[in-house]
């Protein structure tokens, strides 16, 4: 790119677009994090039995999350692209049809959590845990309709560029769950105490009240009439509600299966020991900790780039997409600085005990390494998903972390004895192979767009306002 005075102003302004976009996004999921907190401390103040139940409750629950959520980011390119053009009419329709299929995702992820047995079964959970397992999973499945509502709400809200209610209504359901897991758990205002039953019970009314209070706030709010979102509800209908699918499909495959790739490293890692599995879970919070920054500016980018495709401004799909990924490398920088300069320091602040202070702060060196690549990865995850190109990126990660990440991280950890260094030796492979392919893909992408595009208009707006 040729840096002349103008073409640097629109950098900035990119970079400042994508900001004001990923900070609330950031904070967003940051709240969503601290839900695992709060369940964890409420858990573990009841009971060390209770904290096992939830905690592998919770671990199933993550999958159903996980594909709930990536079927329902097929949302905000949709709307971000309609936005970009100018076809606001149209935002009302996609909304409908989105709201549909979050309904039908929550069916299905209602019975599918009700019916987590034989998954239970396969994790090899302790029997004298599986009743209040199987407990927490009936109470919190009824969440789920509400969990893919909100998240069609978020879709809607993000695709017209409106972040903060995302963070607004995050950090109002974390503040609901605390005191309604404390009287549900421990059993208060004449309610008998309720264990890890009322866990789940308690994490799926927070995420009712938040479905809830994201829909009166988009019903009243200036920002969202014009667009006849409730005048009058669409009925089913299956070609569009397809269209969402096929593109929100592919990227729940992809979250399910870099999830799946953690959980698998955990679980293989727990056999070489507790101090092993206390180090590693050290570095691993500390690691998802930092992601979330990277992810919120990867929501940021899909935003942008969405725009951009709707403008069919060829230019600013690159700019939005190269911006943003620049920027995600800058953050990057920062974290695995940190982690990198101060990892015993760092690790401190979770444990005190010597052998799992030294592994955690080895490993969190070795997460200061995949910064980098975690970062390209999922920044250029975002701009595909901009373009609504999911397909391709699904086949790349599955190939990165289970045809490289994983072999890599067996052979090194178990076959030549390195343990949990070697495992995640591996997570860098998987995540450096991921990232060297999606940001080609989306340059290949970018740089080929000029014939799917329509003209930009002559007085066309670049959103950077």
């Known amino acids: 790119m040729n840096f002349s005075l103008p073409e640097r102003a629109r950098f900035v302004g990119e970079v400042r677009a994508t900001v004001r976009l990923a900070l609330p996004l950031i904070c967003a999921q940051l709240a969503a994090m601290g839900s ?9 103040h009841v009971s060390a039995h209770v904290l096992g139940a939830v905690a592998v409750g919770a671990s199933v629950w993550t999958l159903a999350i996980v594909t709930g959520i990536g079927m329902m980011m097929a949302v905000p390119p949709a709307v971000a692209q309609l936005d970009g053009a100018g076809r606001r009419a149209e935002v009302g329709g996609v909304f409908h049809q989105a709201l549909w299929l979050a309904l039908g995702m929550g069916a299905v992820l209602w019975f599918a959590v009700r019916h ?17 397992v199987q407990r927490f999973l009936l109470a919190i499945s009824w969440g789920a309709p509400a969990l893919t509502s909100y998240f069609a709400l ?21 503040l609901v769950l605390v005191p309604l897991g404390y009287v549900l758990m421990f059993g208060k205002l004449g309610i008998p105490p309720q264990g890890a039953h009322g866990c789940g019970m308690a994490t799926a009314l927070a995420l009712w009240l938040e479905a809830l209070g994201f829909g009166i706030y988009v019903l009243r709010h200036r920002n969202y009439r014009g667009l006849g979102l409730f005048a009058r509800l669409e009925r089913p209908d299956f070609a569009r509600i397809g269209a969402l699918a096929r593109v ?40 998802s900790l930092f992601f979330m920054i990277p992810l919120g500016l990867a929501m940021a980018i899909t935003v942008r780039v969405g725009n951009a495709v709707g403008r069919g401004d060829e230019r600013g799909v690159r700019y939005a997409g190269l911006c943003g990924i620049a920027l995600t490398l800058v953050t990057q920088l920062v974290s695995a600085s940190v982690m990198l300069g101060l990892p015993h320091a760092i690790a401190s602040l979770y444990t005190r005990d010597p052998v799992v202070l030294a592994l955690a702060a080895q490993l969190i060196m070795l997460a200061g390494v995949f910064q980098l690549s975690d970062g390209i990865q999922v920044a250029s995850n975002g701009a595909l998903r901009g373009l609504k190109d999911t397909r391709v990126p699904m086949a790349i990660t599955l190939f990165a972390y289970w045809l490289v ?9 178990i076959h030549r004895g390195l343990g949990a260094h070697g495992m995640w030796i591996g997570l860098i492979a998987g995540l450096s192979v991921a990232a060297v392919m999606l940001f080609t893909r989306f340059c290949r992408s970018a740089w080929k767009l000029r014939w799917r595009l329509p003209p930009l208009p002559a007085n066309a707006k670049t959103g950077y306002a």
Do not use: C, K
């Open 248 to 287: 929100g499909g592919p990227i729940a495959t992809t979250l399910l299966a870099e999830a799946g790739l953690f959980v698998a490293t955990a679980l293989i890692i727990s056999t070489l020991g507790e101090d092993v599995i206390a180090g590693h879970q050290v570095a691993m919070n500390i690691a």
């Open 154 to 174: 978020r879709g809607l809200s993000e695709g017209l560029s409106l972040t903060r209610p995302s963070m607004y209504f995050s950090l109002g359901g974390l």
């Open 36 to 44: 695992n907190v709060v369940d964890a401390v409420l858990s573990g």
């Open 116 to 132: 987590a047995g034989p998954l239970i079964d396969l994790i090899g959970v302790t029997p004298s845990l599986r009743h209040d």
């Open 405 to 413: 990440g994983m072999p890599v991280g067996w052979w090194l950890g």
